[in-house]
Nanobody, 121 residues
Framework: VQLQASGGGLVQAGGSLRLSCAASGRTGSSYEMGWFRQAPGKEREFVAGISWSGGSAYYADSVKGRFTISRDGAKNTVYLQMNSLKPEDTAVYYC???????????????WGQGTQVTVSS
């Protein structure tokens, strides 16, 4: 499975961005999809995940109520809508795929390239 992330950029605090992650290759399998992020000098951390059907989504406490993950099965694409962005959301965001629920980087099987999100104060 190949993952291609896009949609990052520079935004002011309180603004919004939408990240996309397009999957190709063996996309017929039932993969969980998710987003992680890594700020400079920090460990990569879980942000949000979604089941292969799209029926179940789960979030890190730090983004609950502000971020929404969704997927379009027909397009093999996962989205991360990020609202009310804060400077502490600044990081490189990575999409990932796994056969199991992902809340730890070690549980991801496939990774996309990162996309930079910078939130200015």
């Amino acid at each position: 499975v190949q993952l291609q992330a896009s949609g990052g950029g520079l935004v002011q605090a309180g603004g919004s961005l939408r990240l996309s992650c397009a999957a190709s290759g063996r996309t017929g399998s039932s993969y969980e999809m998710g987003w992680f992020r890594q700020a400079p000098g920090k460990e990569r951390e879980f942000v949000a995940g979604i089941s292969w059907s799209g029926g179940s989504a789960y979030y890190a406490d730090s983004v609950k109520g502000r971020f929404t993950i969704s997927r379009d099965g027909a397009k093999n694409t996962v989205y991360l809508q990020m609202n009310s962005l804060k400077p502490e959301d600044t990081a490189v965001y990575y999409c990932a795929a796994s056969m199991t629920t992902m809340t730890m980087p070690s549980s991801a099987r496939y990774w996309g390239q990162g996309t930079q999100v910078t939130v200015s104060s």
